[in-house]
């Protein structure tokens, strides 16, 4: 089993800037695609992000574009989503997730992390 652990979440007003970090642990191997999901209360899960562990290819959902930044540090086991501009429409649980396949589809990753809550404010 891979584990994924969320950390940086909060409270930020709009037009702010927040750093999740994701740290994987567990198996000797990173899932090659790393990416990060989203989900507002009432709201079906959304894709966000993602990143290849060997290329480093980025792939965004068009609402972040050019807002957040995806990275990794294949060393440290660790994925990080850089939010600047943060708006309203952001406050969210966010979801770090593994999977072999990149995919704008939830079903698509097989490890999922528990969850951190990002909250904007008006």
């Known amino acids: 089993q891979v584990q994924l652990v969320e950390s940086g979440g909060g409270l930020v007003q709009a037009g702010g800037s927040l750093r999740l970090s994701c740290a994987a642990s567990?198996?000797?191997?990173?899932?090659?695609?790393m990416g990060w999901f989203r989900q507002a209360p009432g709201k079906a899960r959304e894709f966000v992000a993602h990143?290849?562990?060997?290329?480093?290819?980025?792939y965004y959902a068009d609402s972040v574009k050019g807002r957040f930044t995806i990275s990794r540090d294949n060393a440290k086991n660790t994925v990080d989503l850089q939010m600047n501009s943060l708006k309203f429409e952001d406050t969210a649980v966010y979801y770090c997730t593994g999977g072999w396949s990149g995919s704008e589809l939830p079903r698509s990753y097989d490890y999922w992390g528990q969850g951190i809550q990002v909250t904007v404010s008006s």
């Open positions: 990143i290849t562990w060997s290329g480093g290819r980025t």
């Open positions: 567990g198996r000797t191997f990173t899932p090659p695609v």
